[in-house]
């Protein structure tokens, strides 16, 4: 029997559709482990959406994260041992594109939680979940603890200033807001400001700080000068004079106020 042309196109179409069929058939067909894998994996992206969403809560609240939290609140996937979950969060964030630890230039928005992200959409257990974003989750490593933030919601200088709270070094402590505030403003600290959150020093405390900075020779460029009124203020002469920091001292503990 003669086969036309017609026919040959027709069967080879035939034969093509069913060889695309069944590539399309072996990537959707999964073996019950890959199907498994799918949902552990996915058990654990909700456990990490849940840690992200917590340090962004927390981070708008103006506290600090650390790891540690992680397993007082049981967010590890059952059957995940906890202190292996909290490695495995931190490795995470740090293989992706994440907030670094300094101050943000430009607007960062805080990525949606997973629900709020698939709200409406029907979400087959046996399918992949989107990975969430870090885009905004800054780590600082201390002595103490690993700490974060969301850099959407905190400022960095802020973070900075819990971070050492968290740390329990008092003179670490006021150095640094010393020797930044003057840097970056510039302008010296007011003792009374040791006395607001993050620090809630009393003013007896800051001083004693003070002496044991002027008694270490590592501390020789941080000093304290006085208003017309008997306020303290310290400044470091890395970055402010002596009349500099008298002069701004005067102006933001005393004519700052009459001059509105």
Same mark, same amino acid.
């Given at each position: 029997?003669?086969?036309?042309?017609?026919?040959?196109?027709?069967?080879?179409?035939?034969? $093509?559709? /069913?060889?695309?069929?069944?590539? !399309?058939?072996?990537?959707?067909?999964? =073996?019950?482990?890959?199907?498994?894998?799918?949902?552990? /994996? @996915?058990?654990?992206? *909700?456990?990490?959406?849940?840690?992200?969403?917590?340090?962004? !809560?927390?981070?708008?609240?103006?506290?600090?994260?650390? =790891?540690?939290?992680?397993?007082?609140?049981? %967010?590890?996937?059952?059957?995940?041992?906890?202190?292996?979950?909290?490695? !495995?969060?931190?490795?995470?964030?740090?293989? /992706?594109?994440?907030?670094?630890?300094?101050?943000? *230039?430009?607007?960062?928005?805080?990525?949606?939680?997973?629900?709020?992200?698939?709200?409406?959409?029907?979400?087959?257990?046996?399918?992949?979940?989107?990975?969430?974003?870090?885009?905004?989750?800054?780590?600082?490593?201390?002595?103490?603890?690993?700490?974060?933030?969301?850099?959407?919601?905190?400022?960095? =200088?802020?973070?900075?200033?819990? %971070?050492?709270?968290?740390?329990?070094?008092?003179?670490?402590?006021? #150095?640094? #807001?010393? /020797?930044?505030? $003057? *840097?970056? +403003?510039? *302008?010296?600290?007011?003792?009374?400001?040791?006395? @607001?959150?993050?620090?809630?020093?009393?003013?007896?405390?800051?001083?004693?700080?003070?002496?044991?900075?002027?008694?270490?020779?590592?501390?020789?460029?941080?000093?304290?000068?006085?208003? $017309?009124?008997?306020?303290? +203020? +310290?400044?470091?002469?890395? +970055?402010? $004079?002596?009349?500099?920091?008298?002069?701004?001292?005067?102006?933001?503990?005393?004519?700052?106020?009459? @001059?509105?």
């Amino acid at each position: 029997m003669e086969t036309t042309t017609q026919e040959t196109l027709v069967g080879g179409a035939a034969q $093509s559709d /069913r060889a695309t069929e069944g590539i !399309q058939a072996a990537h959707t067909e999964r =073996s019950p482990e890959e199907v498994e894998a799918t949902h552990e /994996r @996915n058990a654990f992206l *909700r456990a990490v959406d849940a840690v992200l969403t917590d340090i962004r !809560q927390r981070s708008y609240e103006g506290k600090i994260t650390t =790891s540690s939290r992680w397993k007082k609140r049981s %967010f590890a996937p059952e059957g995940t041992d906890a202190k292996a979950f909290e490695e !495995q969060v931190l490795l995470y964030i740090q293989q /992706r594109d994440h907030a670094e630890p300094t101050e943000v *230039r430009g607007k960062l928005v805080a990525p949606k939680p997973l629900d709020v992200q698939l709200e409406g959409q029907e979400v087959d257990p046996d399918e992949p979940l989107p990975e969430p974003e870090v885009c905004d989750i800054a780590l600082i490593m201390g002595k103490k603890a690993i700490y974060l933030y969301s850099a959407a919601l905190m400022s960095h =200088s802020f973070a900075h200033a819990l %971070f050492l709270a968290a740390e329990d070094d008092e003179v670490a402590t006021f #150095v640094d #807001v010393v /020797r930044t505030e $003057s *840097r970056l +403003y510039p *302008r010296p600290v007011a003792q009374d400001s040791f006395m @607001n959150p993050p620090y809630l020093w009393s003013r007896a405390r800051t001083k004693k700080v003070f002496e044991k900075v002027v008694a270490d020779d590592a501390f020789k460029d941080i000093h304290v000068t006085h208003t $017309s009124a008997g306020e303290a +203020y +310290y400044y470091s002469d890395w +970055y402010l $004079s002596e009349a500099q920091g008298k002069a701004l001292a005067q102006w933001y503990g005393v004519e700052k106020g009459l @001059n509105p």
